[in-house]
């Protein structure tokens, strides 16, 4: 039972996600929900899978991001065993002529 009211609340949240329109809606929802810490942290997540799809090399993105090996790891395997989540936004991004931030 428990299990079913997290899904509910996480749900709630990715609802409220799909509701935001621009980007500045979107930088001001996170704003709101999430520490400094919070955001950095997922910001550099993501640069991390950026550069990972890249093609760049460990040590070169701990040099650039100074993400901890840890980091990257745990996006790498994100990346290779995940949920697609990155994937889709990579697609996205090529097919609109972007994936670069």
């Known amino acids: 039972m428990a299990r079913i009211a997290m899904k509910e609340?996480?749900?709630g949240l990715y609802r409220a996600i799909l509701t935001l329109k621009t980007e500045e809606e979107v930088y001001n929802f996170f704003q709101d929900?999430?520490?400094v810490t919070e955001l950095r942290a997922m910001e550099q997540r993501f640069?991390?899978?950026v550069l990972l799809n890249e093609g760049m090399i460990y040590?070169?993105?701990l040099e650039r991001t100074g993400a901890s090996s840890a980091t990257i790891s745990r996006?790498?395997?994100s990346l290779a065993?995940?949920?697609g989540g990155y994937q889709v936004f990579f697609d996205r991004a090529a097919e609109a002529g972007e994936g670069k931030e």
Do not use: Q
């Open 9 to 11: 609340k996480s749900d």
């Open 81 to 83: 065993f995940g949920h």
């Open 33 to 35: 929900l999430c520490t």
């Open 75 to 77: 996006v790498n395997r």
């Open 47 to 49: 640069e991390v899978a």
């Open 59 to 61: 040590n070169d993105i």
